[in-house]
């Protein structure tokens, strides 16, 4: 859509979304409700890539008619989606990873019946533009250029417009192209959730610490790399061989090969870590821990649990004891010899963006962009990231449309 078209476009949407306030406002003040909604839900449609099933990449389908987002609480914004950044979460959504899960958090008292996240449109990054803001948004206006990373339990960014809550939002960094900053939020507010609120790093007791990340290459460790190096700790990190000259331009200080053999031995030889970020699991769990100082409150931090998988596969209730059960016994386990075992996990948080935002500003984080695909190559761009080894992001323009 042309810019001058965009602003007709919002113009007539916002009288109309004035109007249909005006009328809902009077009836729910008549029947004392609380004032929630300020669009209605048929007030128009928009272009999407949605999923109407679980499965490969077949199941993506473009529609002109996806429902337009809709604001059900006074604290959420919609934004007009520029770019969309796709993280390997996408791909094992659209094959049903979480779907258990993530419905609990959509319908905690499971009213609906199941399937009713269906049309579902993925996504997770989004740069853009707020659209329309609910009647309680006070920092963020109109107009106000935006990053965010969308809840996966929330309708996703691969749309023209996204709705979300401003807890989740953030001024976008101006240094950054929309493209650029679509790279960012899902790994940045990960990486954040692992090391910050989880490891208990911050940027100012950082200096000199030794932080080894397992997975170094990934979204994630690229991210996770910068951010501590910006913060002064001495970094070492796994990855391939041909990943190894892409770590170091992001600041890594030691890289250690994992196809060359396994990695423990030559990480054995090193001085011992005050925290580790895994982004691999599995057999890493027997050996990492123990290349921590021991009883100095050092920590490993895994972004690998079974909770998904064990609320998908036992439901909600069992599936919640299995994984409290799992996480205390392998805490325990890891205290009496001196360390601490953490699981990390994706924690959506505008004020965490906005941190990052001032780092990326300062130059002390770049965004990572490895392709760039249109609206009409959604399909591809899953493909990209579904083959793995990426150098970078992988997003998609939204704001030219073409599909
Ligand atoms: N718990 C949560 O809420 C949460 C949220 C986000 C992500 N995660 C998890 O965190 C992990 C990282 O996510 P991501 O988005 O960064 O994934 P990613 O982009 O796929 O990165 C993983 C990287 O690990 C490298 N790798 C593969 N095997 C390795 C090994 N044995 N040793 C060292 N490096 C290896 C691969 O690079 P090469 O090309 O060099 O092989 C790949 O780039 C994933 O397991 C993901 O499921 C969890």
Known sequence: ????????????????????????????????????????????????????????????????????????????????????GLNPMDVSMRGGYGAATMSMKRDPLNITKSGSEFPLIL???????????????????????????IPPWKQGSLAEFVVTSVNEISHKPKSLSHLEAAAIPYVATTAWSALVNTGGLNKDNCANKRILILGGSGGVGTFAIQMVKAWGAHVTVT??????????????????????????????????????????????ERWAPGLLKPWSGAKYVTLVTPFVENTDRLGVSDGMMKTAATVATKAIKHLVKGVHYRWGFFAPSGPALDEIRDMVDAGQIRAVVEETFSFSQVPQAFEKVEKGHARGKTVVEISKGGA
């Open 1 to 84: 859509m042309s810019s001058v078209g965009w602003v007709l476009h919002r113009t007539l949407l916002l009288k109309l979304s004035k109007s249909l306030c005006k009328h809902t406002a009077i009836s729910r003040h008549k029947s004392q409700r609380r004032l929630i909604s300020t669009s209605n839900r048929y007030m128009t449609i928009m272009p999407a890539w949605v999923i109407d099933k679980y499965g490969n990449n077949d199941v993506l389908r473009f529609t002109k008619n996806a429902n337009f987002p809709v604001i059900h609480l006074p604290n959420e914004v919609i934004i007009k989606v520029f770019a969309a």
């Open 123 to 149: 996504g997770r990054d989004v740069s853009g533009v707020i659209m329309e803001c609910g009647r309680d948004v006070k920092y963020f206006k109109e107009t106000d250029e935006v990053w965010a990373a």
């Open 239 to 284: 990855c391939s061989h041909n990943a190894e000259r892409f770590v170091r331009e992001l600041g890594a200080d030691h890289v250690v090969d994992y196809t060359a053999g396994p990695v423990e031995e030559p990480l054995g030889a090193l001085e011992k870590f005050d925290l580790i970020l895994d982004n691999i699991g599995g057999d890493t």
